[in-house]
């Protein structure tokens, strides 16, 4: 079984560009996360979704990200105008269903190095 | 708030060494707690968790104890290998969603 698959794996713009990344989460999988990992720090969600609707989106940089889950599967996450700062690593997860249940076991995608220079 | 504090790396170990690596949280409610792993260019992947307290997760050689009267999931090894070498982080589980908070990650480097 195929797992978390996101793409671009590497990704290097410049400031004020836009760019998106893709994620395609485990096959059945209700719930997919968006997480921004920063070097030397572990990951902080940016935002999660339980089938199409985003249930948590608190941590999510309104201003100048934005991101989508047409039909309930894949997600991407778009910058822009991309800062210096948003260089980092962007994780995406899923998991059968969210919250406390026995099925809540996140499984990670590879992620998408940005670079912002 | 939720928060993980995990001891500060990097580890360097020989092969064979005896591992630990200390995580403490703080939280509301009673969270499951996790220990993933991230292999040079991989993703996270799900070492253990223990979802109550004195629950003891182990996977790989791997272990940690769920102690709530610490707030700690310390993790240990007996005897670590080449292989082991990866970045290491504590997470523990929201009780009413499905949100990760993670510790900062310990990088672990095992020499032959």
């Known amino acids: 079984e195929a797992g978390v698959v996101q793409s671009p794996r590497y990704k290097i713009i410049e400031k004020k560009q836009p760019v998106a990344f893709w994620c395609n989460p485990i096959s059945g999988h209700n719930t997919l996360y968006w997480y921004l990992q920063n070097l030397g720090q572990g990951p902080e969600l940016l935002i999660r979704?339980?089938?199409?609707?985003?249930?948590?989106d608190s941590q999510l940089p309104k201003d100048r990200f934005s991101a989508e889950r047409l039909k309930g599967v894949d997600s991407t996450l778009k910058i822009q105008p991309a800062e210096l700062g948003d260089s980092a690593v962007y994780l995406c997860?899923?998991?059968?269903?969210?919250?406390?249940?026995?099925?809540?076991?996140?499984?990670f995608g590879p992620g998408t190095r940005l670079t912002v220079l | 708030g939720n928060s993980v504090t995990q001891m500060e790396g990097p580890v360097t170990l020989s092969e064979e060494a005896f591992l630990t690596i200390n995580c403490t949280y703080t939280a509301t409610g009673y969270p499951s707690l996790f220990w993933y792993v991230q292999y040079p260019g991989e993703g996270l992947q799900l070492l253990l968790k223990?979802?109550?307290?004195?629950d003891k997760g182990s996977n790989k050689g791997f272990e940690a104890t769920y102690r709530k009267e610490t707030t700690s999931f310390h993790l240990e090894k007996g005897s670590v290998q080449v292989s082991d070498s990866a970045v290491y982080f504590c997470a523990l589980l929201h009780t009413s969603y499905g949100k990760l908070t993670f510790g900062q990650g310990t990088i672990l480097t095992v020499h032959p």
């Open positions: 223990a979802t109550k307290a004195d």
């Open positions: 997860a899923s998991s059968l269903q969210g919250g406390q249940g026995l099925d809540n076991e996140q499984f």
């Open positions: 979704y339980e089938n199409e609707e985003a249930v948590d």
